[in-house]
């Protein structure tokens, strides 16, 4: 049931979006009408975003419209897909002032605009908690998406950009370019199509190295050695850690950094390091797929235990939590 006032909220959520290419028929009707690209297969993929869990009121209304296609997107990147067309479901709650969702919906909008997506539709319900949950469709052409499941032994293991940001970017005090590493990400879709063909297999970076390596292994029937000498770190990052009796943890198991975790055969190991050299994101290698089972780590050859291995959304939660604000 429609409340009064919600055709207006609607409205003002959705005005800063503008069809786009393939749209016949976008927000308006009862269903979007879409045309894929000729000889291209469709890809498909949902993420939410929750009040508490991803994100609190000290995120600007803009990062949280802007990280919830971003999530999205990134998903499309580890395909090597091109990402078309978003549908947004947001759920509110009804004290939630109308010029703020308004900043969501723009928020949304930056994002789609960067990464040449259409939202295509909505739907916007009152709820306890706020939370946006985005369905994202997009194309790749036929037969070539990159899958998990190509990775095979002797494989080299690369990850784009540095490790952790993200995770040291949810603490109170974070220096504005961790903090930024958190609250808009940029998904790594020009190194995707560039990786597509050449690398054997891919996943985003969403839940930590350890645990989404851990997914592209399972799925590919492997195993992995990672060297925790070579992990990309960036300078804030070092700063951040220096020190500190576990530095590598949130390189290792902090999630939301949004890079790119990728296998190659080592023959073409060249040709993707020219690819990426072609759309200027940083590569490396970081280990190797080994026959199953298990993930182990080295360090100068001697094995480590990480005291976590994977992303808790959870745990994030609570660290965000204590610096909730209200919009
Ligand atoms: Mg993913």
Not at 119 to 137: C, D, F, H, R
Not at 189 to 217: F, N, P, T, V, Y
Request: glycine residues 12%; positive net charge; charged residues 20%.
């Amino acid at each position: 049931m429609t409340r009064p006032g919600e055709f207006e909220l609607i409205e003002r959520f959705t005005r800063p979006f503008t069809p786009g290419e393939g749209v016949e028929v976008g927000i308006g009707d009862d269903a979007a009408v879409l045309r894929p690209p000729a000889g291209h297969d469709l890809l498909a993929t949902v993420d939410a975003l929750v009040e508490g869990v991803h994100f609190t009121r000290s995120f600007t209304p803009e990062e949280i419209g802007w990280k919830s296609l971003a999530v999205n997107i990134s998903d499309l990147a580890a395909m090597g897909a091109r990402p078309l067309w978003a549908l947004v479901a947001l759920a509110t709650p009804p004290s939630a002032r109308p010029g703020w969702l308004a900043r969501i919906g723009r928020g949304i909008a930056s994002c789609a605009e960067r990464h040449g997506v259409s939202v295509v539709g909505g739907n916007v319900t009152a709820a306890s908690e706020l939370s946006i949950a985005v369905t994202l469709l997009g194309a790749v052409r036929r037969g070539r998406a990159l899958l998990r499941t190509g990775g095979q032994p002797g494989d080299l293991l690369l990850v784009s950009g540095t490790l952790g940001d993200a995770a040291l970017g949810i603490r109170p005090g974070a220096p504005a370019s961790l903090r930024a590493r958190q609250r808009r990400p940029v998904p790594r879709l020009e190194l995707g199509w560039a990786a597509a063909g050449i690398a054997s297999a891919a996943i985003d970076l969403s839940d930590g190295l350890l645990q989404d390596l851990g997914h592209l292994c399972e799925a590919s029937g492997t195993g992995a050695h990672v060297d925790a000498g070579c992990l990309p770190l960036s300078a804030a990052y070092r700063a951040q850690t220096q020190g500190r009796r576990d530095p590598l943890a949130e390189a290792l198991s902090g999630g939301e950094d949004y890079e790119l975790l990728l296998s190659v055969a080592p023959s073409r190991l060249a040709r993707l390091r020219a690819a990426a050299r072609r759309v200027g994101t940083p590569l490396t290698v970081v280990g190797v797929l080994v026959p199953p089972p298990g993930i182990r780590l080295l360090r100068d050859g001697r094995l480590l235990r990480p005291r976590r291995t994977g992303h808790d959304h959870l745990r994030s939660a609570r660290i965000l939590g204590r610096r909730g604000g209200r919009a």
